[in-house]
């Protein structure tokens, strides 16, 4: 089998590629680098011992998409390639609904132009908006409340609309909640350029001492504890998922979502906690006020993913901090 994978490079994508090519799947690569580095090529073949095909293009750029899928004989693509800085989507949010629609119907215009029709989407739990009950199931109401976000559910819409269409269309879409942690070799992992807007990025620039001290936004929330709760999963677990929809595509027709959690929510305290105590370190923090669209909690009800697909999250919080602080030590610049 002969996968595409756009943004294979990238934190998610490249994790998954891991996992495609050591279940012994050809893998094709397409990324810009707009928001990773070329020398995660290399890690990934060390990581493997296996080789695979790379390009450096943009998934925009519709004639670089047809050569491509005119010279390798393509069963199915993994669309991860996209813009996902929630906060930069609301300082411009052109430039996501530019990138991210565009990007994606040119995939897709490309894929029906060559009889490929089996894709699996990177979607995320923030179309979910802010869940009236959790845990959240599929089937909730879908909302967003920002440009990144409503690129998400509008790409959605999208696949809904090709397969009614042409029903020979085979698609899983898969609703991320907060990926976290990295791969165990230490090689491959989320370091973000600047000042990470998300909360364990920020742990591991506090831990590695690149930063000072972690802003917890807010402790009065309808919490545990009053800090935000969120459904992390570990980067592994996540990557596992993308095989197990490959398969569940590889057999049928139609479109799908399903979520990929844990099922269990945790607090910004519990994590910082945690992470101290796994990794032996101290994270200076104080409490500020909320983060403008922030939600009060979000984890999944992560059991249709367990039925339809055969997949379940296995690693736990404690897993998640010790690899990703892992990845910093062994990545100390
Ligand atoms: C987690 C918790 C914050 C930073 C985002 C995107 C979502 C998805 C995952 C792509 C919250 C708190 C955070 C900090 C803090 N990305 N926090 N101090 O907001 O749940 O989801 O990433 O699909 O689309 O919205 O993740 O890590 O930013 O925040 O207190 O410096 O940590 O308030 O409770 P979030 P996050």
Redesign the pocket.
Known sequence: MTVLVTGGTGYIGSHTVVELLENKIKVIVIDNFTNSKREVVDRIKKITGKDFIFYEKDVCDKEALRKIFQKHSIDAVIHFAGY?A?GESVKDPLKYYQNNLFSTIQLLQVMDEADCRKLVFSS???VYGNPKTLPIKEDFPLSTTNP??TTKWMIEQILRDVERSNSNWSIAILR?F?PIGAHPSGLLGEDPNGIP????P?IMKVANHELGT?????NDYNTKDG??V?DYIHVVDLAKGHLKALDKIAKTTGVDAYNLGTGIGYS?LEMIHTFEKVNGVKINYRITDR?PG?IDA?YADASYAEKELGWKAEKSLEDMCRDAYHYIVQNKK
Do not use: Q
């Open positions: 996902k929630v995320s739990a923030t990144y976000g991320y907060n807007n998300n909360l364990m920020y972690l802003n917890v936004f807010g800090t935000g969120r910004v983060r922030d979000c």
